[in-house]
């Protein structure tokens, strides 16, 4: 992914009526002011950035449904989301969304089938987000965007902008997942989606479960990478939503995304669920941005 003078769109979402916690919306404004274009620029990108996609805020909003809380907005700006990805797909450029709660993966994953017909993802996440409004505890959507990719969170998940599934199960690897929820335990072994937990990254290191995702989600069609920052250990990126101890480390998360970069396999990117709010002297932004970069084929030597 590193030829130089390649495009990279980033593509804001400022969206948080997915999760309960408010902050996330402001994670876009973070990650830029952390040096997101200045980084990019220096290892040869072109960089254009389009601003943030319209968004609705909970204050002003009537909640409909506490089985998908917010549903029909987060679909509106997962459809703004969608168009600009799908039309900087056809241009050949790099799409780089900010989030957000990941709510806007479905989006980003939407306009990239609307393009390419069904892909592959790697989820780099502490969950695997495929709950659905029947399954889901708290009615959370950032919680659904996976399961609504892969066609299985229901009729409310569809749009015009987007084909159903967006992904192929098969073509779908979880790395760094350490809470799932029964409902999800169920979906995801009757998807056949492969999940690379904590502890098995743990026993079979790093370099072999990102080689062994990697694989999983290649083919034709798309393949994008979607980073919850609450992949990583709460210790070094705090500033997230819903933390969960026992993450990746620092060194972890780089080698991952190395690979990921060495691979040549993603066209598209998305880091989300910064929130500056929880944050410290946003550490998580910065570290958001040097795992950008580390994706996108900085070296050390």
């Known amino acids: 992914m590193g030829e130089p003078q390649r495009e990279i769109a980033i593509i804001g979402a400022a969206l948080d009526l997915g999760q309960g916690r408010r902050g996330v919306d402001m994670g876009p404004s973070a990650i830029r002011a952390a040096g997101l274009e200045e980084r990019l620029a220096s290892l040869g990108y072109r960089v254009r950035d389009h601003g943030n996609v319209e968004t609705a805020v909970p204050e002003a909003t009537a909640l409909r449904d506490e089985r998908a809380r917010f549903l029909p907005e987060i679909i509106e700006t997962c459809e703004r989301i969608a168009a600009k990805v799908a039309e900087e797909a056809q241009k050949k450029a790099i799409p780089l969304v900010l989030g957000g709660d990941h709510s806007v993966a479905l989006g980003t994953l939407g306009g990239l089938a609307s393009v390419h017909g069904p892909g592959g993802v790697l989820w780099i996440d502490a969950h695997s987000d495929v709950n659905t409004p029947v399954t889901s505890p708290s009615g959370n959507v950032h919680g659904m965007p996976l399961a ?58 790093v370099e072999r479960a990102v080689r062994e995702a990697l694989d999983r989600v290649s083919g034709g069609g798309f393949v994008h990478v979607s980073l919850d920052m609450d992949a990583l250990d709460p210790e070094i990126a705090p500033g997230v939503g819903t933390p969960v101890r026992g993450g990746l480390t620092y060194r972890e998360a780089h080698l991952l995304l190395e690979l990921v970069a060495e691979s040549e396999l993603a066209g598209s990117l998305e880091v989300v669920e910064v929130n500056p709010i929880l944050d410290r002297e946003n550490t998580t932004a910065q570290t958001a941005v040097e795992l950008v970069a580390s994706a996108l084929g900085k070296t050390i030597f």
């Open 148 to 205: 609504a990719a892969l066609g299985l969170a229901g009729e409310g998940f569809e749009s015009e902008a987007w084909p159903l599934p967006a992904v192929t199960a098969k073509r779908v690897a979880l790395l760094g997942a350490r809470q799932l929820d029964a409902g999800e335990r169920r979906l995801l072994r009757e998807a056949g989606v492969r999940v690379f937990t904590m502890s098995e990254i743990d026993r079979i290191g």
